[in-house]
């Protein structure tokens, strides 16, 4: 067996990547991460050293190294921790939470920390029965109580921006699923970078074309701990189905995966989908007479009217 080389100093490299035609050792792969982000930062147009990012944190790897690559980028950054009471018997969330901690106070960094049951009075398992008579995942009650808090969080604690740690994997899953389905809104809606309107904080994703095995490499080589568990409603879904397609597709295809959402911001840039429109669109939007964020109902947005039912039982 012959080993790999890193293309940079020509030690021993520790990982390749085959649609990068790249192999390099552990220093320069951690290098290689952080001038990477800086690039995807700067084409996109992300933000600024004088700007203050709260970056969303799950205690897992993606989002631990994505806040850790922007506090050695010198970036003023703070974490977002949401506790959505999930597994109770494994403690998925009560542990994940643990792992966002640790890194914060390691780091002397703030973190923000929401706990779903103490802030609505219910876990997120708890909502989910509400809202769907137990009948189905918790995971679009998930997203939209995840959604509501970090945009409010970010707005009301004054962040610029709010940084989530989508990898390439996350994003290509998430553009094939709204391809099968021709999802025009929300294809309109996918971006790396969304810009603040109307209530709304602007979000940014600076992993969005790292892969999960390069941004796991990195958590790993950085030796940064974090929840390995997955979020146990996370199996059998939709999502997990498509990485496992694109997953073969790269497998055969080195680079399929990054083709497949350059091509899509390219078709963006050539006035396909374009982002635009949505933000036209959305300039309808009410404030929720119970919380204030911006919604499209007219009356209470999804997330309150969520709550009421949950309190009338
Ligand atoms: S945390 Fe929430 Fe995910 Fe768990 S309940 Fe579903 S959406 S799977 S990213
Ligand atoms: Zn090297
Ligand atoms: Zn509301």
Known sequence: MTTMICNTCGQKAVIRMRQHRLALCKDHYLEWIIDQTQRF????????RREQVLVAVSGGKDSLALWDVLWRLSYPTAGMYIHLGI???????????????E???????????V????????????????????????????????RHTMNRTAR???????ATAHNLDDEAAFLFGNVLGWNIRQLRRQAPYLPEKDGFARKVK???????????????????????????HAVGSKQIEYKNLLNQLEEAQPGAKLRFMLGFLQAREDGFFPLEEIVEEDLDLQPCPSCGQPTTTGGLCSLCRLLENARAG
């Open 206 to 232: 600076p992993f969005c074309r790292f892969t999960e095995r390069e941004t796991a490499a990195y958590a790993l080589l950085r030796g940064i701990e974090y929840i390995e568990d997955e979020c146990p």
């Open 87 to 101: 597994a109770r018997e494994t403690e998925y969330s009560d542990l994940s939470e643990q792992y966002a901690r």
């Open 156 to 162: 009301e604690l004054g962040f610029d921006v709010l």
């Open 103 to 113: 890194f914060a106070a390691e780091r002397g960094l703030p973190l923000h920390i």
């Open 115 to 146: 706990n779903v049951e103490e802030e609505f009075g219910q876990t997120i398992p708890e909502l989910a029965q509400v809202s769907r008579r137990g009948r189905s995942k918790p995971c679009a009650v998930c997203g939209l109580v995840k």
């Open 41 to 48: 930062i700067e084409k996109y147009d992300m933000f600024n």
